[in-house]
C-alpha cells in the first residue's frame, strides 16, 4: 500500500466569503515582515488586503527587501512608518526588537527567503526582523512564514532541514505553492497570493476564538474521493473535491482535537496542524483507517469511498476495440460500517450523500450503519461546491443547518457532535444549540 505522510503543512486556501470577520473593535495588530526575493511585490497587496480585513498592519523590512520594493510603497499602503534598521534611534528606549514584538498579535514574513528561513531556524539575529521574531513571546505572537524562492532552493535538503526545524519549533509555515516561477522555472517555491494569506491569517484569528472543548481528543476524518485504478493510466473516480472532509478536519482541530486526516486525491493543500495521510484507493483508504482506528475517539467518514472496484486491473494499457469494454467490478468495504461494528468503535459520523430522498435515506444509513450521527446533504448539489446545506440526524431527531459555506456548517456540525459526544463522556454536559425538528429513535446506534 502506497501511504505517504505529508512533511510540510500548508494551508488550505478558502474564499473570502467562507470566514468570519476579524474586525473588531479590537483590531488585531499584525507585524507583516519582507524579506529579499522578487515576491516582495505581492507584499504591497497583502498589506492593502489585510488593512481592507481590519487588521493594523505594521511592516518591517530587510535592506535586501528594500532591493525589491520601497519602503515608501508599503508606508502609503499600511498608513504607517515602515521599520527597517535595529538601531532606530526614534524609539525612546532604543529597544525596536521588543516594542515591534510586545505589539503584535502575530508575526508574518511574506515573502520568506532561503536565508531568512535558515537565520530563523539557527536563532541567529543580525538585523530588526530576525531580531524581533527571536525576541517575541512565542505564546503570545504566532510566527507565520510565506516561503518564497526557487523551486531547486525549496528543495534544497537544508532549506527542508530548516523548514523542519521551524515546525518543530511551533512556527506556522503557509505554503509555498507551486507553479511558473520569476526564474522562467516551474515548481514549488511560489509565495502564495495575498488572498490565500489573508485567509490563513483570518482562519487563524478566527480559530483562537473557537472553544477548545475537544483539547485532547484525538479524531480521524476521510476525505475526497477514491480512485479505483482499471489500468495503469485510468480508473474510476467521483466528482467529490474533498472541501467538507477538510473543512471538517480545520474545524476539529480548531476545537482542540488532535487530528488525522485520509486523503484521497484532491487539489487541496493539507491545513496547518493536520496530520495528512494520502491515499488512492478505497482497499488503501480503509487500511489506514484500521491502522489508526485504535487511537482514536472521534470518527469521521466524509470521504466519497467507490462502493465498486475493478476485479482485476489491467497490469498494461488497455486498447481500444470496436467491440466495446465491460470492466468486471466488485463491492469495496464499507469502512464507516467496518469501524461501527468494532467491538469498541470511536464515536461515528458519516455522511450521506443522496440526490433524492436525502433524508429519508440518510436515516436508513444511520441505522445500517449503526453509528450514532449521519450527516445527510444533496450530492449533486454539494460535490464540488464552497456551500452546503445539511441535515445531521442523531438520536434526538433532524437538525437542518441552513446553506453556509462548508468552513461554517463543518463548525456548527464539529460543535454539535462534541456536545454528543463530551456527554457520552460524561452525561452532564449542556445540551448543543442546534435544535431538532422531530426525534425519530433508533435503536443499536
Ligand atoms: N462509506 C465508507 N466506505 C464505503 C462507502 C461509504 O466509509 N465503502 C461512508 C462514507 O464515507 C459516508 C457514508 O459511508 O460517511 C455514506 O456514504 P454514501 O456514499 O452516502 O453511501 P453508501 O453507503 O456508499 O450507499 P449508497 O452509495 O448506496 O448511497
Redo the contacts with the bound molecule.
Keep these: 500500500m502506497e501511504v505517504k505522510v505529508v512533511r510540510y503543512v500548508r494551508i488550505r486556501v478558502m474564499t473570502k466569503a467562507t470566514l468570519p470577520s476579524t474586525a473588531s473593535i479590537n483590531p488585531r495588530r499584525v507585524v507583516l515582515g519582507i524579506t529579499g526575493g522578487i515576491a516582495a511585490y505581492k507584499s504591497a497587496e497583502l498589506t492593502r488586503a489585510l488593512k481592507r480585513s481590519g487588521i493594523d498592519v505594521q511592516v518591517v523590512m530587510t535592506d535586501a527587501a528594500m532591493k525589491f520594493i520601497t519602503a515608501t510603497t508599503l508606508q502609503a499602503l499600511s498608513g504607517k512608518r515602515v521599520f527597517t534598521d535595529l538601531w532606530d534611534e526614534s524609539i525612546p528606549n532604543g529597544m525596536a526588537h521588543i516594542e515591534l514584538s510586545r505589539n503584535a498579535d502575530a508575526i508574518l514574513i511574506a515573502p520568506a527567503s532561503a536565508d531568512f528561513i535558515a537565520k530563523l531556524a539557527n536563532g541567529l539575529c543580525n538585523d530588526l526582523l530576525s531580531t524581533l521574531c527571536i525576541a517575541r513571546n512565542a505564546n503570545a505572537c504566532p510566527l507565520v512564514l510565506a516561503p518564497a524562492m526557487n523551486r531547486e532552493m525549496w528543495e534544497n535538503p537544508a532549506t527542508q532541514r530548516n523548514v523542519a526545524r521551524l515546525i518543530a519549533d511551533g512556527v506556522i509555515i503557509l505554503g509555498p505553492d507551486s507553479g511558473d516561477q520569476a526564474c522562467g522555472e516551474t515548481g514549488m517555491g511560489r509565495m502564495l497570493e495575498p488572498e490565500a494569506l489573508l485567509t490563513a491569517v483570518e482562519t487563524f484569528f478566527a480559530a483562537q476564538n473557537t472553544p477548545k472543548n475537544l483539547a485532547g481528543v484525538t479524531a480521524l476524518v ?1 476525505a475526497g474521493p ?1 480512485f479505483e485504478a482499471i489500468d495503469p493510466v485510468r480508473g474510476i473516480t467521483n466528482s467529490s473535491s474533498g472541501k467538507m472532509g477538510y473543512a471538517i478536519a480545520e474545524s476539529l482541530r480548531d476545537a482542540g482535537a488532535a487530528v488525522t486526516l485520509i486523503t484521497g486525491p484532491t487539489s487541496l493543500v493539507i491545513p496547518v496542524g493536520i496530520k495528512a495521510i494520502q491515499v488512492k484507493s ?1 482497499s488503501e ?2 487500511s489506514a ?1 484500521m491502522h489508526k482506528i485504535d487511537e482514536v475517539k472521534l470518527f ?8 465498486y472496484t475493478p476485479i482485476a486491473p489491467h497490469p498494461q494499457k488497455m486498447k481500444k476495440s470496436a467491440q466495446g469494454l465491460t470492466i468486471k467490478l466488485k ?9 461501527a461494528s468494532l467491538p469498541t468503535p470511536p464515536f461515528c ?6 440526490s433524492e430522498n436525502v433524508v429519508e ?2 436515516r436508513k ?1 444511520r441505522e ?2 449503526r ?1 450514532p450521527v ?2 445527510s446533504n444533496l ?1 449533486t448539489e454539494a460535490i464540488g461546491a464552497n456551500d452546503n446545506q445539511v441535515t445531521l440526524i442523531d438520536d434526538s431527531g433532524e437538525h437542518p443547518i441552513p446553506k453556509a459555506s462548508k468552513a461554517k456548517i463543518a463548525a456548527q456540525i464539529v460543535s454539535h457532535v462534541a456536545t454528543l459526544y463530551l456527554k457520552r463522556q460524561s452525561p452532564n454536559t449542556t445540551e448543543s444549540n442546534i435544535k431538532p425538528i422531530k426525534a425519530p429513535r433508533i435503536h443499536n446506534a
Design positions: 476521510t477514491t478505497a483508504m480503509l483507517v469521521f467518514a466524509v470521504a466519497a469511498v467507490a462502493d463491492p469495496t468495504v464499507d469502512i464507516l460500517a467496518t469501524v459520523v458519516g455522511f450521506a450523500a443522496e435515506y440518510a444509513k445500517s450503519k453509528i449521519i450527516v450530492a
